[in-house]
């Protein structure tokens, strides 16, 4: 189940797997479309009972999945970082990382990157184009934490990344990897390097094997490391 925001090449691959892809139209109080979503979900439960929905938004086990892998394999990669940017999302993988570096690199800044009108950081709804980061409500997962620094991207921002990695580097990135990159090339520079999870795979540049490579990036350069899991970025 999607939203009209959602990338055409997505849906067909989903349906080429035999996925029946149901697309939500109507908008909800806040102008997005995650609540209409929810809506359907809830009255497609009710009226099946052998319908299962593992919610993303809610689950714990999301959570405890990013912080004994996701967080643990980019402290692995990378060792030790002043920054690590993550797109907030359904906030799953943030809370992960958020716990795993709170506890193992305490000194770790962990920045929440998020889109222009979301929601997410208490900002007024706006329209949004790009798919992949940015909520019309938020998740049940999330509990801000003092610690916790946010950062929003404008979309033009994410566009001019994306753009970027494509023109330079041949990485054809999604939206929400072009606006977490936006936002760590926006970090201030320090010392130690910096990482950006990158939150879903890119069309064409998934990496199997371990190699780096650096890229000069808009406010920063980035190195990144590629290897089967997860992939993170040093940020100099």
């Not at 809370?95 to 193992?104: A, D, P, V």
């Not at 934490?145 to 566009?159: Q, R, W, Y």
């Not at 980035?222 to 993170?232: G, R, V, Y």
Request: with cysteine.
């Amino acid at each position: 189940m999607t939203d009209p925001n959602a990338n055409r090449a997505s849906i067909l691959a989903m349906q080429a797997l035999g996925a029946q892809v149901v697309v939500i139209t109507d908008r909800d109080a806040a102008g997005g479309y995650l609540q209409s979503r929810l809506d359907y979900i809830a009255r497609r439960l009710a009226a099946d009972q052998f319908l299962h929905w593992p919610n993303q938004y809610a689950n714990e086990a999301s959570v405890v999945a990013h912080r004994d892998r996701t967080a643990a394999g980019i402290h692995r990669a990378v060792g030790e970082i002043d920054v690590l940017a993550v797109g907030a999302g359904t906030t799953g993988t943030l809370m992960g990382c958020l716990r795993y570096f709170t506890k193992h690199c305490p000194g770790t800044r962990i920045v929440a990157v998020d889109a222009v009108g979301s929601v997410f950081f208490g900002g007024p709804p706006a329209p949004r184009a790009i798919p992949g980061l940015g909520v019309s409500r938020v998740p049940e997962l999330f509990c801000d934490d003092p610690n916790l620094e946010k950062a929003i991207v404008a979309e033009d921002d994410t566009v001019a990344m994306c753009r970027h990695l494509a023109r330079e580097y041949g990485l054809l990135a999604g939206g929400s990897t072009g606006t977490v990159l936006a936002g760590v090339a926006a970090s201030p520079r320090s010392s130690r390097p910096a990482a950006g999870q990158w939150p879903s795979p890119p069309t064409s540049a998934i990496a199997t094997s371990r190699r780096s490579t650096t890229m000069r990036g808009p406010g920063a350069d980035i190195q990144i490391l590629s290897c089967p899991e997860p992939t993170a970025f040093n940020c100099r």
